[in-house]
C-alpha cells in the first residue's frame, strides 16, 4: 500500500480516539436534538413533529436489502438522492440531491454521531465528504432534513443536511461473512458486551464495537484491488439519574487501484473495452482516526443541556489522470492530490420548555470547529511525484451560535423559528516560493422560518372527518443558509461564505393508515461561488444560480407482508444570469421499492432512474446520459443463522455510474490527431468521458446471531 503522508500528531490523537471509545444516547424523532448525538427530546404535542413535509427517517431496514459496497451509498435510500463512483471505490461519492451535483459534498452536510464528516479546502473538493468507514450494521437510522431550514445545521446545509444515528446498542451480536463477483468479500463482526455490574435487564452503561474488513477487485480489465477496514467503538454510561456521558472512538483505512474515466469514442470504435483503462496506475490511499466526548445532563423535567467536543486526523493521497496525455504525451497528465489534516470541534446547546400560557421551547446553543491543513497538487507518473504546483497550510477557525424558538399559538398551528449567525476566520500559508499568502474573515446572519398547520385535524377550526384531511398537514418554509468556499480562492476574491436562500412549501397527510404521501415545492438560490479546481489548482467563478424543484414521496404498507415505496422528483437548475442550464444537474430522479417482510423473509425488488442532464451550459446538447437500475435483495434468518443475497444490475444494464464531458488527448490519438499534437497542450477532443456502472453483480452472506 502506498504510504500516506504522516505527523507526529496522527499518533497522538489515535491515542485520544482510543480512551474515547464511549458513546451516546436514545433514538429519537427526526426534529428532536440531534446533531452532536443527543438522544433528549420535548414532546410538546401527541403527534410526532416534523417541520418541513421533506423531514423524514429512513430505518435500517429500508438499506438492509440494498447492494451497498459503501457507507455513502446508504444516502440512497433518502428520497431523491443518488450517488455516482469514479475513480476507484476508495474515493468519496458523487452525490446528486435536489438539482445539486453537490460534486464530493459541496452542498450537502453530513454528520456521523453527531461529527461533521465534511472537509474544508479539501485537496480534491470543497466539502469532500468520505463515508466508506461507515458499516451499515452499526447504523440504526437516518434523519434527512432537506434546505437551508434549520438552525442548528451551518456549513454545507444548502441542499440537505443528512445525520447517520449508530445504534447505541445491538440485542444481538453477529458475524457476517460475505462474497460475491469480482473476488469480493466482506467480513464483519459487531458485539454490544455486557459486564460486571451492568449485565442486568436496566443497564447503566451501553457499549458498540464493529470491526469490518472488505476487499474487491471490481469488474475492470485492470483489479481495483480495493482493501478497506474499519472499526468503531461507541458507548455510555449514566454517572447520576440525570447525568450521562458517551462517545465514539473510529478508526479507518482504505487502499485501492482505479481504472478512472475513459472516453466515449474509444469505447465506440472498440478500441477500448467498458471496464478498460487508459491509466490504471489511478488509486489512492486514505486514513481517518476519530473521537468524540458527549457530556447529557437533564437539569429537570423541563431543561436539557447537552456539549460535547470531538477531534479527527485524516489523510488522503490521490493519484488520478483525466486528460491522458492532452498535455504532457511523453509523461501523461496524472496528478497527485494529498490532504493532511486534523480538525477538532464541539457543540453546547440547552434546551427550555417555557412557562407560558402557550406551549414553547427555547433552544439555544453555539458550534465551533478548528481545521488545520496541508493540501497539496503536484504532477505524477505512475505513482511517481514529479512536480508541485500548490503547497498551502490552511487554517480555518469557524463559529455559529444559534437561537431557536418552537411555539403553538393555536393547537393546529406550530411556528419554528430559527437565527444563526456564523463567523470564519481563514489563513493560506504557502510552502512554495514566490506563491502568494492570504488571511482574512467573513460571516453571514442567516433567519429561519417555519410554520405548520393542521386545519382539517380534530383541533383544527374546519375539522372534517375524512381520514387524509383529518392528517393533513401544510408546511410552509424559509431559511438562509451556505456554503464555505475554499480558503485557497481568498488569494483571489476576499469572499469565503456563499449564500443560499430557500422556501418550500408542502403537504404530508395518511390514507387509510396504510399509505402516507408527502408532496413539496421548492425553490433555492444560491449565491455567486468562488470555486478552487483541485485538479488545476485554479480559481472560477461558480457563477449564481436558482433550483426549482418538486418532489413526491409516498410509502404504502399494502398488507402487514407486502410494502411500497416510491418518490419521483424533478427539478430545473439553472443560472440567473443568461438562464442556461448548470452542468452536471440532475434534474428526473425516480426510485421505488416492492417489498416482502414475513417471519424471518424479506426480499425487495428496486429500481432507481436518473434522466438526462445537461452536460455544458449549452441549452440542449450535448446531453449526458441517464440510467434504469433493477436491484433486487433477499434474506431468511431460521433460529441464529441467516442466509442472503443481493443482485445488483438485474436485468445487466450497460449504464454509467459517473460521467462528464471535456476535451481529452488519448496517448494514440497524440500526433495523429490535429487536436492532439505531438507537441502536446490541446486543444484537445470534446467528448464524454465515463466510469461504467457496474454489470450484474452478485453477492451472498452468512450471519451468525448469539
Not at 454510561?237 to 482505479?258: C, P, Q
Not at 511523453?330 to 406551549?359: F, N, S, T, W
Not at 444560491?526 to 470555486?531: F, P, Q, S
Request: a negative charge; charged letters at 25%; aromatic letters at 12%.
Amino acid at each position: 500500500m502506498n504510504s500516506v503522508g504522516s505527523r507526529p500528531r496522527t499518533l497522538g490523537l489515535f491515542c485520544l480516539a482510543v480512551a474515547l471509545s464511549v458513546a451516546p444516547a436514545h433514538a429519537h424523532d427526526p426534529d428532536a436534538t440531534t446533531t452532536g448525538g443527543s438522544t433528549h427530546q420535548f414532546t410538546i404535542t401527541e403527534s410526532k413533529p416534523v417541520t418541513a413535509s421533506s423531514t423524514l427517517t429512513v430505518p435500517a431496514e429500508d438499506f438492509e436489502l440494498r447492494p451497498l459496497e459503501s457507507g455513502g451509498q446508504m444516502l440512497e435510500a433518502v428520497p431523491n438522492a443518488l450517488t455516482a463512483q469514479h475513480t476507484g471505490g476508495g474515493k468519496a461519492e458523487q452525490y446528486f440531491i435536489r438539482g445539486f451535483d453537490a460534486d464530493h459534498g459541496t452542498d450537502l452536510a453530513v454528520y456521523f454521531d453527531g461529527v461533521p464528516i465534511n472537509l474544508r479546502s479539501h485537496a480534491h473538493g470543497q466539502g469532500f465528504l468520505d463515508l466508506h468507514f461507515v458499516t451499515r450494521e452499526t447504523v440504526e437510522r437516518l434523519d434527512a432534513y432537506k434546505g437551508p431550514y434549520f438552525a442548528r445545521f451551518g456549513d454545507f446545509a444548502t441542499a440537505a443536511a443528512i445525520e447517520y444515528v449508530p445504534y447505541d446498542a445491538v440485542e444481538e451480536s453477529l458475524i457476517r461473512l460475505e462474497g460475491g463477483y469480482w473476488n469480493t468479500f466482506r467480513a464483519v463482526g459487531v458485539a454490544s458486551p455486557r459486564f460486571g455490574p451492568f449485565a442486568g435487564e436496566d443497564p447503566q452503561a451501553d457499549a458498540l464495537v464493529s470491526v469490518e474488513a472488505y476487499h474487491t477487485d471490481g469488474p475492470f480489465r485492470d483489479d481495483e484491488d480495493l482493501w478497506r477496514y474499519s472499526i468503531f467503538a461507541r458507548g455510555g454510561l449514566d454517572l447520576r439519574e440525570d447525568l450521562r456521558l458517551s462517545g465514539h472512538a473510529l478508526g479507518y483505512l482504505a487502499d485501492w487501484n482505479a481504472s478512472g474515466l475513459i472516453p466515449e469514442r474509444l469505447v465506440s470504435a472498440g478500441l477500448l473495452s467498458r471496464f478498460g483503462s487508459l491509466d490504471p496506475t489511478e488509486g489512492g490511499d486514505t486514513l481517518r482516526l476519530q473521537g468524540k466526548l458527549q457530556l447529557d445532563w437533564e437539569i429537570s423535567e423541563r431543561a436539557h443541556l447537552m456539549a460535547n467536543a470531538y477531534a479527527a486526523a485524516y489523510e488522503l493521497e490521490l493519484f488520478s489522470n483525466f486528460t491522458y496525455a492532452l498535455q504532457d504525451p511523453v509523461g501523461g497528465d496524472g496528478i497527485v492530490q494529498k490532504d493532511d489534516r486534523l480538525y477538532a470541534g464541539g457543540r453546547v446547546e440547552y434546551e427550555q420548555i417555557l412557562g407560558l400560557e402557550m406551549p414553547a421551547r427555547l433552544r439555544a446553543g453555539a458550534e465551533w470547529r478548528y481545521d488545520d491543513a496541508r493540501v497539496r497538487l503536484g504532477t505524477q507518473t505512475r505513482r511517481r511525484t514529479t512536480g508541485l504546483s500548490n503547497d498551502d497550510d490552511v487554517e480555518q477557525l469557524s463559529i455559529g451560535p444559534y437561537l431557536e424558538a418552537e411555539v403553538l399559538p393555536l393547537p393546529w398551528v406550530r411556528f419554528v423559528g430559527g437565527l444563526r449567525f456564523e463567523y470564519f476566520d481563514y489563513d493560506v500559508q504557502s510552502r512554495l516560493p514566490g506563491e502568494s499568502d492570504g488571511g482574512g474573515d467573513d460571516h453571514l446572519w442567516l433567519p429561519k422560518a417555519n410554520l405548520v398547520l393542521a386545519p382539517f385535524s380534530e383541533v383544527g377550526p374546519l375539522s372534517h372527518e375524512a381520514h387524509w384531511l383529518r392528517h393533513l398537514e401544510v408546511f410552509l418554509n424559509f431559511g438562509m443558509g451556505f456554503h464555505s468556499n475554499d480558503a485557497r480562492t481568498s488569494l483571489d476574491d476576499p469572499r469565503i461564505l456563499a449564500r443560499a436562500t430557500g422556501a418550500e412549501i408542502g403537504l404530508r397527510t395518511r390514507f387509510f393508515e396504510r399509505l402516507e404521501v408527502a408532496i413539496d415545492g421548492f425553490w433555492l438560490d444560491l449565491d455567486d461561488e468562488l470555486v478552487f479546481v483541485g485538479d488545476e489548482g485554479t480559481t472560477e467563478s461558480g457563477g449564481r444560480s436558482r433550483r426549482l424543484g418538486v418532489e413526491l414521496v409516498a410509502r404504502a404498507d399494502v398488507t402487514d407482508w407486502l410494502y411500497l415505496r416510491g418518490d419521483v422528483a424533478y427539478t430545473s437548475a439553472r443560472f440567473t444570469s443568461g438562464d442556461e442550464p448548470v452542468p452536471q444537474a440532475p434534474r428526473f430522479v425516480a426510485k421505488g421499492a416492492l417489498g416482502v417482510r414475513q417471519g424471518g423473509f424479506a426480499a425487495e425488488l428496486g429500481v432507481r432512474h436518473l434522466g438526462d442532464r445537461y452536460a455544458s451550459e449549452a441549452f440542449n446538447e450535448p446531453k449526458l446520459s441517464g440510467y434504469t437500475v433493477l436491484d433486487f435483495g433477499m434474506r431468511y434468518r431460521y433460529g441464529r443463522f441467516e442466509v442472503g443475497v443481493t443482485l445488483e444490475n438485474l436485468t445487466d444494464t450497460d449504464w454509467r455510474s459517473s460521467e462528464f464531458f471535456y476535451e481529452s488527448c488519448a496517448p494514440g490519438e497524440v500526433g495523429r490527431v490535429s487536436a492532439c499534437p505531438a507537441s502536446g497542450g490541446g486543444p484537445g477532443i470534446d467528448d464524454f468521458h465515463f466510469t461504467p456502472g457496474n454489470p450484474r453483480n452478485v453477492r451472498g452472506w452468512v450471519s451468525v446471531y448469539f
